[in-house]
């Protein structure tokens, strides 16, 4: 597929090379012509054994794709659209983007912040107020 270099992220896009594509017939809108055409697409890629992706990428995709590898293969299927080459560009465009969040570095880790002191002390001064204010709605005090 002669497509555009699909960018995973920074300089690292997928190889054309290590790209597996299979055809299949879609379902879906189409008529007569759909009964011809192999237009739905699955795109493979063997994510275990790439040399495109850094090794720390590598390693990270691994362990967060672990739930949809197939023996270290990622596959991708695009039904969409009615034209072949179109699904084969979503499928293309899909595969980039889920190694893109796939290989992304870790968040960085939450700092906990300090409380200051004047707002801790509003709250609680803010409680002992609610309090007496229940505290005077019980009928122990009532002389009726």
Excluded: C
Excluded at 104 to 129: Q, T, V
Excluded at 132 to 141: H, V
Aim: hydrophobic share 35%.
């Amino acid at each position: 597929m002669p497509g555009p270099p699909y960018v995973i992220r920074g300089s690292v896009s997928l190889p054309e090379a290590e790209l597996m594509w299979r055809f299949s017939r879609s379902s879906g809108p189409g008529g007569q012509h759909v009964n011809t055409t192999d237009s739905q697409v699955e795109l493979r890629f063997d994510l275990a054994r790439t040399k495109a992706l850094p090794p720390v990428w590598q390693e990270r995709a691994l362990e967060r794709l672990a739930g949809r590898l197939v023996d270290g293969v990622v596959a991708v299927r695009a039904s969409e659209h009615r034209s072949q080459w179109r699904n084969r560009e979503t499928a293309a465009v899909r595969l980039a983007s889920l190694l893109a969040e796939a290989t992304a570095p870790p968040p960085r880790p939450r700092r906990a912040s300090k409380i200051p002191r004047g707002i801790n002390e509003r709250r609680l001064r803010e409680k002992k107020r609610r309090g007496e204010t229940k505290r005077g709605r019980s009928g122990r005090d009532r002389d009726w």
